[in-house]
């Protein structure tokens, strides 16, 4: 079954440093996610992405936060300058179409420590 | 706005029992609700959703949009039940919001 995949699983970064987190959606997806969960707290909304641009994108995701899919394959999130209160998983997740109850795959997650 | 409670943080039952996880919601438009489920070191993954009425795993819930509340239940709990779930709204950007997640564990 194919699943979506996330690279690097673990990353640390020293505060105002940037940082890249990958994600490869299921190939024949269209819509594509981010949401973070800092420890202990519930997983958060970031941005959605579909054609190529940003199609909806939370309080929390301001200009330290952007999202690309420079490829066919790849969607990252890049942050810029990195706060210690970036220090969050990052989840990735894919879905087919916008339809409701269109099921979200979510991938393992990047754990980012910043310090 | 839209917001998902999940009053338990904690909940342990013993192998065999019933187990209720509890899940209200506040929304203004139609709800569409999910449960999502994490079982130890594994991603996280979709175990029901209101609109399939379905049983998974033995889990069922159902929308009371007079309560606006989305119980998952389930009568006789196994071990391998023991994991962190979260209920879902969606909203109709299909954008997911999260409860805080109840952590359950089936004692043996």
């Known amino acids: 079954e194919p699943e979506v995949t996330q690279t690097p699983s673990h990353q640390v970064t020293q505060m105002g440093q940037e940082v890249i987190l990958r994600c490869v959606p299921i190939?024949?997806?269209?819509?594509f996610y981010w949401y973070r969960q800092i420890l202990g707290q519930k997983v958060e909304f970031l941005v959605s992405?579909?054609?190529?641009?940003?199609?909806?994108k939370s309080e929390i995701f301001d200009d330290q936060f952007s999202v690309e899919r420079p490829d066919g394959s790849n969607f990252t999130l890049k942050i810029r300058s990195t706060k210690l209160e970036d220090s969050a998983m990052y989840f990735c997740?894919?879905?087919?179409?916008?339809?409701?109850?269109?099921?979200?795959?979510f991938g393992p997650g990047t754990r980012l420590l910043v310090l | 706005a839209q917001r998902v409670t999940q009053p338990e943080k904690l909940l342990s039952v013993f192998k065999g029992a019933p187990v209720e996880l509890k899940c209200n919601y506040s929304?203004?438009?139609?709800?569409?609700l999910f449960w999502y489920v994490q079982y130890s070191r594994q991603r996280l993954q979709l175990l029901l959703r209101?609109?399939s009425r379905e049983s998974i795993k033995g889990f069922t819930a159902d929308l009371n949009k007079g309560e606006t509340s989305f119980h998952l239940k389930k009568p006789f709990a196994q071990e391998e039940d023991s994991a962190m779930y979260y209920c879902?709204?969606?909203?109709?950007?299909?954008?997911?919001?999260f409860g805080t997640g109840t952590r359950l564990t089936v004692i043996p």
């Open positions: 879902a709204l969606q909203t109709g950007a299909n954008n997911l919001f």
């Open positions: 190939s024949n997806h269209l819509y």
């Open positions: 209101h609109i």
């Open positions: 992405f579909y054609n190529n641009e940003i199609s909806e």
């Open positions: 997740a894919s879905s087919g179409t916008r339809g409701n109850q269109e099921t979200q795959y």
């Open positions: 929304y203004s438009g139609s709800p569409e």
